[in-house]
């Protein structure tokens, strides 16, 4: 593909629809926990600790409990996410030099690329965290290679952590 004049690259718009699957509510899972993998850590290390038989029965209680509740609550909040992605709803994401927009069939956001405080790249989506409001995830099928770079240029220019 050959050069593109600035002006041009600056008022081109990539807009994809996708529907979130399983699979990707899997992913905002699997991203969410990795994301709190310092606080896991710590209830492991509070685990070894309360094995310790200093403790007594209640060190023994809390290392049964603590792993179940861990897992429970991962589970609960991959059984929240399924249901969400599950009524399969298109969503419109709109990329621009002035920011982005967000939509479904019963919501639109518009965030100009100073609202978005970080975006982080993983393999599966990309996470959008704006300054104000709820974070959100875009598949990475969905977005074109070729809107990969314009995206990073707009939001660095912006100053948006990029991960």
Sequence with gaps: MGSMALSDVESETFSVRYRLTVADARAIV?????ERLPVL????????????????AAGRATAIALPLLVAWRIQTVFSRTKKAVKPAREIITTFSAKGLRHQTAT???????PGIRWIKRHKAGWIFTPRAGNR????AR???????APIARWAAAAKVRLD
Aim: hydrophobic residues 55%.
């Design 41 to 56: 850590a710590g209830l492991a290390l509070l685990e070894l600790v309360s094995t310790w038989s200093g403790f007594g």
């Design 30 to 34: 699997w991203l969410a926990v990795l």
């Design 136 to 139: 959100f995830f875009v598949p």
């Design 142 to 148: 969905a977005i074109p290679t070729e809107a990969r």
């Design 107 to 113: 919501t639109r956001n518009e965030i100009y690329w």
